[in-house]
């Protein structure tokens, strides 16, 4: 019976037929920094139970995780020459927890450990090797085995500083009410939202959509999704009041968990401001849907509304201080040919906007240039002409495009691709990153739900993982991915990166980064594109670190 372990680094993706490349014995890390690294392992036998156990001065800190295969069952039809996938089959993505800090072995494959390290600000500077053990016996029972390995981890003499990147993840909160078959807003629905959210602001998520009505997003044209809504509606006649305390209790308990920016959802209709979002109300018939599909965005009844609930929404952000902290949407990722009816929904909305945030995916330059929107979040693959023109804040995102040559997090893709898109954000002098899936569970359209462990692909829709970042666990608990961790360490980079311009000059910083790129600049087009690549690229600015630290 043999039992062989490999160390690799965060950004190797572990196949049962692949075996890994070695060398990866040792990392650094800053205080106040989270690093992760992998265990590798192939054992002869199946079946075998596993005992896992570490020792290290950061012990106490450590969380250890499985990495389990998900089906990839639709792909691009563009792929790059480093897509991991060409056909659709099992990639490594899904981190579950030991069971009794025991793995079971399966005869013959690569299977890996994902080991994360959370480094507090006050930990001392220096070497904190950890101590792997792997302690098993064979199917008799007969021959017991004992493997120890060491990843010498080393923490540098500096804390990493806290995050300047606004960061969202769009949340849905409907897609956990059907996942867990709770009714929206009873108070276990209540509790699954703060696990989810508690765990997106530990990855550095800082910004909340935040459902006043059942957000206006992917969805069937004359179909709905699930009634997600936090303000309460009186409609008499054409006169509307309003209750906002279930709104309230959503403020106090997102910032309990960290938020610092509520995104409020989008006051109309995707792709185009054409209709109305759905909005439930009480009448005198009972409650009912008097906004959707079916009532258009020029509606007078609508603009009614608006005139009414606006004024009286930001009053109540006001009263907590809000104002500073709120980001409004029109409509998400409207087009050229849609510049009459965005245009007019963005100069209604306006009105009672004033000294509000209000930002949109807008990736073409004609609806910007109109006036339309103060701030466009403009799609990676489309920011070029956005980045050699002023804008108030440079918001950027990538979504279920592009598949190919530029940074993503699909599945198939290598972890470096995700990796890297922190450091090229910090070239751009990006202020905030926006991505529309953070935990949707449905299909496209939502026109039905989905089983994240059994499809990634929101029903062969889009690029795997690109729906979501976290699985679904038992009881509200929420499991994290690969592609998640290492966006984190992204966002990390960048805060090294600014953590540099305490003493490096910031031309200085990127004359270094580009020496990283083929031609004159790091770009999103230009840039590692290998996992030792993006390792060599870090090591080179805990170097610069180390050496001004020694001043």
């Known amino acids: ?175 956990l009410a059907t996942f867990y078959r709770e009714k929206v807003f009873s108070e276990k629905h209540w509790q699954i939202c703060e696990n989810f959210i508690r765990n997106a602001v530990a990855h550095g998520m800082d910004t909340l959509l935040t459902p006043v009505f059942t957000p206006p997003l992917d969805t069937q044209v004359g179909g709905e999704r699930p009634t997600i809504q936090l303000v309460g509606i009186k409609k008499d006649g054409q006169k509307y009041s309003f209750d906002f305390s279930r709104l309230k209790r959503w403020v106090e308990m997102a910032e309990s968990c960290g938020i610092r920016f509520f995104e409020m959802a989008h006051l109309f209709t995707q792709w185009g401001a054409g209709f109305t979002p759905k909005i439930m109300a009480e009448t005198a018939e009972g409650e009912k849907r008097i906004f959707g599909w079916d009532i258009p965005a020029d509606s007078p009844e609508y603009e009614n509304f608006l005139a009414q609930f606006l004024p009286e929404l930001c009053a109540f952000l006001d009263r907590l201080n809000l104002r500073e902290r709120v980001i409004f949407h029109c409509s998400d990722e409207p087009r050229k040919h849609h510049l009459k009816s965005y245009a007019y929904a963005s100069g209604l909305i306006r009105k009672y906007l004033h000294g509000f945030k209000i930002v949109d995916a807008m990736s073409r330059m004609e609806l910007f240039e109109s006036g339309c929107v103060d701030i466009p979040a403009v799609c990676e693959h489309h920011y070029e002409p956005f980045r050699k023109i002023d804008l108030k804040e440079r918001f950027i995102y990538y979504c279920c495009e592009p598949f190919s040559r530029y940074p993503n997090r699909f599945i198939h893709m290598p972890s ?136």
């Open 1 to 175: 019976m043999s039992f062989k372990v490999k160390f690799v680094s965060s950004l190797s993706k572990v196949f049962p037929d692949r075996e890994p490349e070695g060398g990866y014995r040792s990392g650094s890390a800053l205080k106040n920094e989270v690093f992760s690294f992998q265990a590798a392992f192939c054992c002869s036998e199946q079946w075998l139970d596993v005992e896992v156990k570490t020792d290290s001065p950061l012990a106490g800190y450590i969380t250890v995780r499985e990495v389990s295969l998900v089906p990839v069952e639709h792909l691009p039809e563009e792929l790059d020459d480093d897509a991991l996938l060409r056909t659709p089959g099992l990639a490594p993505d899904l981190l579950r927890p030991l069971w009794n800090n025991k793995i079971m072995t399966d005869a013959g494959v690569w299977q890996s450990l994902w080991f994360t390290v959370k480094i507090p600000a006050d930990f001392p500077a220096g070497k904190a090797p950890v101590r792997i053990t792997f302690t098993g016996c064979d199917q008799q029972q007969k021959r017991r085995f004992k493997v120890t390995s060491v990843f010498n981890l080393k923490v540098i003499d500096a804390v990493l500083p806290e995050q300047k990147l606004s960061v969202s993840h769009w949340f849905h909160g409907d897609c």
């Open 416 to 551: 470096c691709r995700n990796r890297i898109f922190g450091t090229l954000m910090y070239c751009y002098n990006i202020d905030g990153f926006m991505h529309w899936g953070f935990n949707f569970y449905y299909s496209r359209f939502s026109r039905f739900p989905v089983d994240p462990f059994g499809g990634t692909t929101a029903g062969h829709a889009f690029p795997a993982g690109d729906a979501f970042l976290v699985y679904p666990g038992d009881n509200g608990e929420v499991l994290d991915s690969i592609r998640h961790e290492v966006f984190y360490e992204a966002l990390q980079d960048m805060r090294l990166l600014q953590l540099l311009e305490t003493y490096y000059s910031r031309s200085e910083l990127l004359r270094a980064l580009n020496r990283f790129a083929a031609g004159k600049e790091l770009d999103l087009l230009d840039y590692p594109k290998t996992e030792n690549m993006v390792l060599k690229l870090r090591k080179k600015l805990e170097s610069m670190l180390r050496k001004a630290l020694k001043k």
